[in-house]
């Protein structure tokens, strides 16, 4: 693969599914947990309801074919393959955005978002609302190559997804992201790049300082405690994966059954769902995603990211407009003038009444309307 765009077709051969379900079928659960909630993690019916969902149930070629549909492709950039998805809009002046995952997601989690965004009107929306859409996969996640070397940072993320947009043929355009794509995105709108006319997270980094401490409201109160109770109760995962991902990999690429549970407690825990992510969003869909990661074999390579950049992912200047989206149970929810403080560019500001860490699967019209809203004042 050369500096080319090329088409690409997803097919898992049917040896692959049929290995899946046997796996699935021969695996060695645990006891059960001996708490009544969710302390221990995952709990063992619902790890088991869903496997066997996964093994009877679950149709993987509806989701080949949802994203066969969309129009897939591939390109070498810094000597990496790199696989996203791309869509352009019917409407003339479309607004090119780049969107970017983190982790436990994938392109899947914007399935949802790509056609009110390419094509407002479709959905009550303005043609002047209208964007063409590209959406990566990271490296070393879904079916972008694994990086065999060490260095592939967000930095160096972001200066390959400017080359992306580039190679593309936008001269200008503007990017947005959440978790590991909040720190990707932040990375272009710091790089000085000119192509680069804002940035949107819906995972904002900013911190209070003393003064804020001393006069917060009910709202900052109830934020700061549930960021101290993931720092102490919810981050093991993170410091695994940024300190031994090497290790994790050997689990999780053997057992389904690991993978998906590994997976399935951040929708349980990240998702605005009362505890359990079937409130708002569907078997198929947590599934969906987790193949992903399963099918590829990509349990150490995405959690190599967190080794790569874990303690830099929220530390840019940057110098382009900025707008931010705190969801109502995103894990970390600053105030507006915290952000202020920290990205003095900040020009929008949105507070929507639902939605989780996994923001435009679980609400993809308050995502939507975010978006619209963010880069409204950024067309030419």
Not at 21 to 39: A, I
Not at 96 to 102: C, Q, S, V, Y
Not at 150 to 167: E, F, K, P, S
Request: glycine letters at 8%; a negative charge; hydrophobic letters at 40%.
């Amino acid at each position: 693969m050369s500096d080319t765009i090329e088409p690409f077709q997803l097919h898992i051969p049917e040896a692959a599914l049929d290995d899946l379900r046997d796996r699935l079928s021969r695996t060695r659960w645990p006891e059960k947990e001996t708490v009544t909630g969710r302390e221990q993690g995952v709990p063992l019916a619902e790890a088991q309801a869903l496997c066997a969902y996964w093994r009877d149930s679950y149709d993987w070629r509806r989701c080949e074919a949802m994203l066969n549909a969309v129009g897939q492709y591939r390109t070498r950039i810094d000597g990496l393959g790199i696989h996203f998805l791309h869509v352009r809009s019917p409407h003339a002046n479309a607004l090119p955005l780049i969107l970017t995952h983190g982790w436990p997601g994938s392109v899947i989690e914007f399935h949802k978002v790509i056609a009110p965004l390419t094509d407002p009107t479709a959905f009550g929306g303005e043609a002047s609302d209208a964007f063409d859409v590209v959406i990566p996969s990271l490296p070393g996640f879904g079916f972008s190559d694994r990086p065999d070397t060490t260095g592939w940072t967000i930095d160096r993320i972001g200066n390959a997804w400017i080359i992306l947009m580039r190679r593309l043929g936008y001269d200008r355009f503007v990017a947005q992201g959440g978790d590991w794509g909040s720190g990707v995105t932040l990375a272009m709108g710091a790089s000085g790049a000119p192509e680069v006319a804002g940035i949107h997270l819906n995972m904002v980094f900013a911190q209070p300082n003393e003064d804020d401490l001393s006069h917060l409201t009910a709202r900052e109160q109830q934020a700061l405690a549930d960021t101290k109770r993931y720092t102490s109760e919810g981050m093991g995962y993170a410091t695994l994966q940024s300190t031994r991902p090497q290790t994790l990999g050997y689990g999780l690429t053997d057992s389904p059954a690991g993978q998906a549970a590994w997976i399935y407690e951040k929708f349980s825990e990240w998702a605005d769902c009362d505890g359990d992510p079937l409130n708002v969003l569907s078997r198929d869909e947590i599934l969906d995603n987790i193949m992903l990661y399963w099918w590829t074999g990509t349990a150490a390579s995405s959690a190599r990211l967190y080794w790569e950049s874990f303690r830099q992912l929220g530390a840019r200047e940057i110098y382009v407009p900025m707008a931010g989206s705190v969801f109502p149970k995103e894990i970390t929810r600053p105030s507006r003038s915290w952000a202020e403080r920290k990205y003095p560019t900040l020009h929008y500001w949105g507070e929507p009444p639902r939605g989780g860490h996994f923001a435009a699967l679980e609400q993809p019209e308050l995502f939507v309307a975010e978006i619209r809203a963010a880069f409204r004042a950024l067309r030419a």
